[in-house]
């Protein structure tokens, strides 16, 4: 272990002994637990001529455990009860005069405000009138926008991997563009995360019995419990009520599920094989070199278990889950360098249509043949090396093989105490654990091995008092605390880089990672970017509720502490990198050869840095119920963050404004070095209008403000500065032949040792010299988005409702970053230096970089929503979703991702141009239909047919269920990238000229010797001119969409009333729909567009999988 990372260690342990000597606390004594409190009941009590009855006793009774929520009407003849846990009750009202009225059973959902109105009969109480009911679908009382996915439904749904946030995808409005992504372990940083009304997928709050459940450092998921653990969960995607913030997109509240009077459990195992899939449309590209499917071992096992400790009272439930995730040895396509490549013979590339030539004349290589003396020795050391792959066939791409071995570890669980102390008084705790480790060994030496861990501690306790009966008091305290480390490289062979492949200068015993783009083979080595992050947030909460004539009010206080401990080595790593393109001699791997990079990249070790900060919020939420068919939903929050500090005051800001370096608490700095933002858009209205306009329809219409503060990940923090050990970076454009080569190494590149204080103050050059430098601009704030929308909902039967909605959404202060080292463009060739540097000149000329953080980006959503949900009835459950939604943005945000989206920039192509940036955003699927239908077939013991049918029959044709996921979507919007910087302005954003309007091919079969698909036409694209940008604007061409059905079968056999075995078979993209990834959205060949790699597309998601599943459940 090295020393920065002994030093995290010692950081991070004082939380977890905080988490433990909490949980000692809470657990200790005679103190139990109580019940979550996440629903209400409403409604108006009135007598058989529609009159009010004012006083009536009114008790709500958990029909799974007993507990008693009492209150009465008041003199409005209205009753609210607030703060009740998920599951079914029986409402009971009680009034002289009146026989005495019960309604059950009525079963309420997460957030639900449930209007349960009664009408009282004349006679005896003695006398009992009792109503089957449920939960009407239809919302007359609340305007928020969300949908909620049950227990029946999560745990029935085909999941690859069991992963519950796919399920966050059945929302109107919800896209990811990595469709396979949630089908990865369950854990921080291995999950994909939903895009939710044109906004940023960091942009979620994940809440888990109702506290914080997100990883601070990148706004993961922290922890995602096992399906059969999830009572149910919500997601929110528009317009929440005043206790909902620090959120712009959904908010994704799951909660645990609790014990009840009698025991529930279930055990159960998971299974897949490779055997049962289908092969992957990439792997069968070559004809007559198919690759076989990818190996795979997947087991997922464990149980659930609830009940009673003292009926009545105390209730417990734990689970646990165990998952082995193995993809054994499995092969997989590459490209190397040919035989001749390795000799200094490019005629290949020549032949293919490349135009090569000699960067020192302009002309074509003598017989297309790299003089000796021309050759990079250390390209030459590195390539025919035992360590590089020999190529299997002739081709220029697709000639290697890269045999990888994956194995996920994980175990998880979770445990749950409910405590009714009395009828007033109610207790809860909750804790749970899951560990993750992801080891990867790969056959290719010079791909390394990375490493990735995840471990992660959720607690939440919680105290209800009822003070009366409509004054009641919820108090809770929860902590989070999460471990990601990610990319731990280890070598699978012996001996280090510098002498092996003769390169000065490294900073580690690895080959520093080597980038090609434009040409045909692939990446290999490794930037050894570790990260090591301890991420804790300890939130805290107390909420009145009071229900006074016709309103029902919640009044409230949060708090969060966040903290953020890391080990980060910079976006080059620990390794460092080198990049290479077409800008020399029109292809990399020609550059490659000459040891010409294009870009260079230095590693450094690391440094070990604890940012902290809070959220404060206060609200006020008002449900004000005017009439039986007019409710206000009336909401006040006031939000507050602080900016990030150090805990040690290791961080340094360069202000853009001054041109000098800041240190905190110091001239007047505070010790976050940019500002705390105090202004009007602290204060968040949420107001909203639901009028039922018939019995049957309801009109819902509302407005609200909320505010989210990015986390911006680790790349961009105040900590790396200098004097703090700092990577190095330089970039060279096409106007200028590099100052470096690959011979050369690092040396000419790399930050000076020794930089202090003093020599920051002074700018000596062992603290600017090749270094990259990061900015928080002072006026960083949160972003703050304005959300409204209209709805009109209609039940078109006692089990079925369909609504219709349109919904927006314009966000402004999006964090987004800035080269601020970009020079700006005057004319064609004509460039002038920075105006950041307008009094600091000397310092310039010495920096590579210097990346701003800025909160100046906008986006804006529109969209059309509609939902049909149909709540189980004679076996079929349903819910189907359509969305047609437009979102524009200016910046693509920091987080890139892959899958069916090219990963965008988080640049701007001219950073003094932010108009020329406005486009799609990159997740904008304009055409979404999803859903799913769960139905129990009608035949066997108890069914429609064959009722009375004997055991024997029942055991063939009875207790069958069909479960269905249809997915159907548009493409996504693509960036399309030139070769290399035309303008001369050092840009990182480069985008090609538009010649001719896009043209879509679709599925053109490529040519000229290469294998996949063309999905657009590259000729419609060329390479800038010198000393000019790229006239392509952002999104300009959309990628392939998704059409996919995941389907299961469920066969349950009874062996009591109370004890069944269930098989299930699921299908994951049962008809095995190919799912192409994004085409290439770079590579243009002016000699040769169709040997060019832009527009191609090689990748696929996932082919059918195919899972067996055994299940007891009791």
């Known amino acids: 272990m090295n020393t920065a990372h002994s030093r995290l260690v010692k950081r991070h342990s ?37 009159r009010i009855v004012a006083n009536a006793d009114i008790k709500a009774q958990d029909l799974d455990r007993g507990t008693i929520w009492p209150t009465h009407t008041n003199a409005s003849g209205f009753y609210t009860i607030t703060r009740l846990p998920v599951g079914r009750y029986e409402v009971r009202v009680v009034s002289p005069g009146f026989r005495t009225a019960v309604e059950t059973p009525i079963e309420l959902q997460l957030n639900q405000v449930a209007a349960v109105n009664i009408k009282l009969v004349v006679g005896s109480a003695s006398e009992t009138v009792q109503v089957t009911s449920e939960a009407p679908l239809l919302q007359t009382d609340t305007t928020d926008v969300g949908t909620v996915i049950d227990a029946r439904t999560n745990v029935s749904l085909p999941l690859a991997s069991r992963n519950y946030l796919q399920l966050t995808l059945l929302t109107p409005g919800a896209v990811t ?113 198919i690759i076989p499917r990818q190996k795979l071992r997947w087991n997922e096992f464990g149980g659930t278990i609830g009940g009673p400790i003292l009926k009545n009272k105390l209730f417990f439930f734990a689970d646990y889950q165990g998952e082995r995730f193995d993809f054994p040895r499995t092969t997989s396509t590459i490209s190397v360098f040919t035989t001749k490549e390795r000799t200094g013979d490019v005629s290949e590339l020549v032949a293919a249509g490349k135009t090569i030539v ?76 899951s560990d993750m480790t992801v080891p990867t060994v790969n056959s290719f030496a010079l791909d390394y091995n990375p490493y990735n861990l ?50 000065p200068g490294l900073t580690t015993s690895f080959l520093p990672a080597m980038g090609f783009s434009g040409g045909y083979v692939s990446n290999f080595g490794t930037k050894d970017s570790v990260t090591d992050n301890y991420d804790t947030s300890i939130q805290y909460s107390d909420v009145v509720n009071w229900v006074r004539g016709k309103h029902s009010m919640r009044f409230g206080f949060q708090g969060w502490r966040i903290r953020t401990n890391g080990l980060f080595n910079g976006s080059n790593g620990q390794a460092g990198s080198f990049g290479f393109n077409t800008t020399y001699s029109g292809s990399p791997e020609t550059d490659f050869l000459l040891g010409l990079p294009t870009n260079v990249g230095v590693g450094n070790l690391g440094s070990v840095w604890g940012q902290r900060n809070n959220v404060f919020a206060g609200f006020v939420q008002d449900d004000w119920k005017v009439t039986d068919r007019l409710t206000f939903n009336l909401g006040l929050r006031y939000e507050t963050h602080t900016p990030f500090v150090e805990a040690h005051n290791d961080q340094v800001n360069w202000d ?77 454009s096409a106007l200028a032949y590099p100052t470096t080569t690959l011979d050369q190494g690092f040396t000419p590149v790399a930050v000076p040792a020794g930089c202090t204080i003093a020599g920051l103050e002074s700018a000596a050059p062992n603290c600017y010299k090749g270094a990259i430098i990061y900015s928080w601009d002072k006026r960083v704030r949160p972003a703050q988005s304005n959300q409204w929308s209209m709805f009109v909902q209609h039940e078109l039967s006692p089990s079925a409702v369909f609504q219709v909605g349109y919904v927006g959404q314009s966000t402004a202060h999006l964090t987004n970053a800035e080269l601020l080292t970009q020079l700006v463009w005057d004319s064609p060739g004509v460039v002038s230096p920075s105006p950041f540097f307008a009094q600091n000149r000397p310092v310039i000329n010495q920096l590579a970089y210097i990346f701003g953080t800025f909160a100046e980006a906008h986006q ?83 069914r429609q047919f064959g009722s009375n049918m004997n055991r024997a029959a029942d055991a063939v044709v009875g207790g069958w269920k069909v479960n269905v996921i249809p997915t159907f979507r548009g493409g996504f919007p693509l960036t399309l990238s030139s070769n290399s910087d035309h303008s001369g302005t050092n840009s990182f954003q480069n985008r090609p000229d538009c010649i001719a309007p896009p043209r879509v091919l679709h599925k053109q079969t490529i040519g000229n010797g290469f294998y996949g698909y063309r999905w657009f036409d590259p000729a419609s694209y060329q390479e800038p001119g010198a000393g000019t940008f790229g006239s392509c604007s952002v999104s300009s061409v959309y990628g392939p969409g998704e059409q996919n059905i995941d389907l299961s079968l469920a066969k349950t056999f009874a062996i009591t009333e109370h004890q069944n075995i269930e098989f299930r078979s699921e299908f994951i993209n049962a008809f095995n729909h190919v799912i192409l990834d994004a085409p290439s959205n770079g590579g243009i060949d002016i000699a040769n567009p169709d040997g060019g790699t832009i527009g191609q597309i090689k990748t696929s998601e996932g082919a059918r999988n195919i899972q067996f599943a055994l299940k007891y459940n009791f």
């Open 860 to 942: 804006n959503y529109n969209a059309l929503q509609t939902q049909m949900q149909g709540r189980l009835n004679h076996g079929l459950s349903y819910l189907l979703s359509y969305t047609w939604s437009r979102c524009m943005t200016d910046s693509q945000g920091f987080w890139g991702e892959g899958g069916q989206s090219s990963a965008p920039s988080a640049w701007w192509q001219n950073t003094y141009n932010p108009s020329g940036e406005n486009g799609a955003c990159y997740y904008n699927a304009k055409n979404v239909f999803t859903g799913y239908v769960i139905y129990d077939l009608p035949f066997g013991r108890g």
């Open 14 to 50: 004082g939380v977890r002994a905080l988490i433990v000597f909490i949980l000692a606390v809470c657990c200790s004594g005679s103190s139990a637990f109580a019940q979550e409190v996440t629903a209400t009941i409403t409604g108006i009590v009135t007598d058989p001529t529609g």
């Open 656 to 732: 853009p404004q001054t041109g000098i370096f800041e240190l905190p608490g110091q001239n007047g700095n505070s010790r976050a070095l940019y500002n705390s933002y105090n202004g009007v858009g602290n204060y968040q209205p949420r107001v909203g209008v639901a009028y039922q306009l018939m019995p049957k329809t309801t009109i819902r219409a509302a407005y609200g403000l909320s505010s989210f503060m990015e986390g911006t990940g680790l790349g961009l923090r105040l900590p790396g500065n200098p004097p703090q050990p700092i990577a190095a970076s330089a970039n060279y």
């Open 177 to 289: 563009v990595q469709p396979t992504g949630f089908q990865s372990g369950q854990n921080a940083g291995q999950v994909a995360r939903p895009e939710i009304n044109g906004n940023r997928f960091d942009a979620n709050s994940y809440l888990l019995d109702g506290m914080d459940n997100n990883d601070a450092g990148s706004n993961y998921v922290a922890y995602s419990p096992q399906p059969d653990a999830i009572q149910e969960f919500r997601v929110l995607t528009q317009n929440a009520p005043a206790d909902f913030g620090n959120y712009m997109g959904g908010v994704i509240s799951a909660s645990i599920k609790e014990g009840t009077n009698s025991f529930h459990g279930t055990a159960f195992e998971f299974f897949r094989n490779d055997v049962l899939n289908a092969n992957q449309w990439m792997n069968k590209l070559i004809p007559g070199s």
């Open 358 to 433: 000699d960067p020192q004349t302009g002309l074509p290589f003598p017989g297309n043949v790299i003089p000796q003396h021309s050759l990079s020795q250390s390209a030459l050391a590195i390539i025919n090396s035992q360590y590089y792959p020999t190529p299997i066939n002739g081709l220029l791409q697709a000639n290697a093989h890269n045999t990888t071995a994956v194995k996920t570890d994980s175990d998880q669980g979770d445990g749950r105490l409910d405590y009714a102390a009395s009828v007033k008084d109610h207790f809860m705790g909750r804790f749970s654990y």
């Open 454 to 503: 995840v471990s992660t501690w959720n607690f939440v306790t919680g105290y209800t008092r009822t003070i009366s009966p409509t004054l009641l008091n919820d108090a809770r305290l929860g902590v989070n605390y999460v471990r990601v480390g990610q990319n731990q490289t280890t070598s699978n062979f012996s001996g280090d880089a510098t002498s092996l492949f003769k390169i």
